[in-house]
């Protein structure tokens, strides 16, 4: 089989590279993939930023995943060939503190896929029978892709905010996560502005007030003024920073309300911001990562519910075959979430 792997420790240098089809251990199954999603983290493996140095090259990419079970291991009895499935994408070891709290996203062992092992980008991957979920009859198989980055943001959410009917909420950054974030956060019943900067006006702000939203291009719009039109100048109960962008959460100290919320999602390594404003406004400073279980079932719901829109967010306008295209015009904004049809690797 094929697969789209990352073959050098410089930008670029993806390459599809031939793999032996897998063979499921006695605790795994193997998995036809049929849709794979590119997320932010892929367009970092493609930059070759430094958080990816530990990859063992050449390594498969992509872990926002769907595919079909074709084959079980001998210990396998949940799951049978022709089950439509995604994986929970960060593996825990299941023995470190964290793991047996069922907190196994904050695993000392942490193992993600496309990254520490081969990844999604190929016609087939195998998987441990506990890190896979069945996908809900009548779900898009395009759409069942998306559970997994859904799924972070159902967990940043319902589960790490205090969002809740009529809070007014601000999103920095109109990336994947942003606008997903946006739309499980209308779907509490909040008021949501989502913001970018000019290189966003190209697709990604559009893409936002499509799927409703107002937006804020903190380039050439005021915030106090935005603030101000949208929250009566109170600040904004929650704020969402899914920028991974040093600027991000200084940002979000500003536009947050005294009493109010800020939510870190993205990954922005090395940021600056005085601590005397979060303290004397008593901001609550809460940080989410990756997703479980409970996380992807929530995400199906809503996906269910019609409140989550992934047939207007997502973008299936590119190949594996000339993958290079979509990463590129994802990095320069011109895309939000590309979707790859996976079977081009097994013709």
Do not use: W
Not at 8 to 30: F, I, K, Y
Not at 301 to 307: F, N, P, R, T, Y
């Amino acid at each position: 089989m094929r697969g789209l792997a990352k073959t050098g420790r410089e930008s670029g240098h993806v390459e599809l590279v031939d793999r032996e089809r897998p063979a499921p251990a006695s605790d795994e199954v193997l998995i036809e993939v049929d849709y794979a999603g590119l997320c932010g983290s892929d367009a970092g493996i493609y930059e070759f930023k430094s958080a990816f140095e530990r990859m063992d090259l050449p390594t498969i990419i992509g872990h926002e995943y769907t595919g079909r079970v074709v084959e079980v291991g001998a210990e396998v009895t949940q799951f049978a060939p022709g089950d439509q499935v995604v994986e929970r994408p960060v593996r825990g070891c299941g023995e470190c503190y964290q793991c047996q709290s069922g907190l196994e996203n904050l695993c000392q062992n942490i193992e993600l896929i496309g990254i520490d092992r081969d990844g999604a980008y190929a016609g087939y991957t195998v998987a441990p029978a506990d890190a896979v979920q069945s996908v809900p009859n009548g779900v898009d198989p395009r759409h069942a892709a998306l559970a997994e980055p859904t799924a972070v943001c159902t967990r940043a959410v319902i589960e790490n905010s205090r969002v809740g009917a009529g809070d007014r909420v601000l999103v920095a950054g109109p990336g994947p996560i942003g606008l997903l974030t946006a739309q499980v956060a209308r779907a509490q019943g909040a008021k949501v502005a989502v913001a970018g900067i000019d290189a966003d006006t190209r697709y990604r702000l559009p893409l936002a007030e499509d799927l409703g939203f107002e937006t804020i291009n903190v380039e050439t719009a005021a915030l106090e003024a935005s603030r101000e039109t949208f929250t009566g100048d109170v600040g904004y109960d929650v704020v969402f920073d899914t920028t991974g962008h040093p600027s991000g959460l200084p940002m979000a100290v500003d536009e947050v309300r005294k009493g109010g919320q800020i939510v870190l999602v993205g990954q922005a390594g090395d940021t600056t911001v005085s601590t005397t404003p979060l303290v004397r406004a008593e901001i609550d400073l809460q940080c989410s990562y990756s997703a479980l279980y409970q996380d992807f079932d929530r995400a199906f719901k809503l996906m269910a519910s019609g409140d989550v829109d992934h047939a207007t967010f997502l973008d299936d306008r590119f190949s594996l075959l000339d993958a290079e295209s979509a990463f590129e015009s994802f990095l320069d904004g011109e895309t939000c979430k590309p979707v790859f049809d996976v079977s081009v690797l097994r013709g």
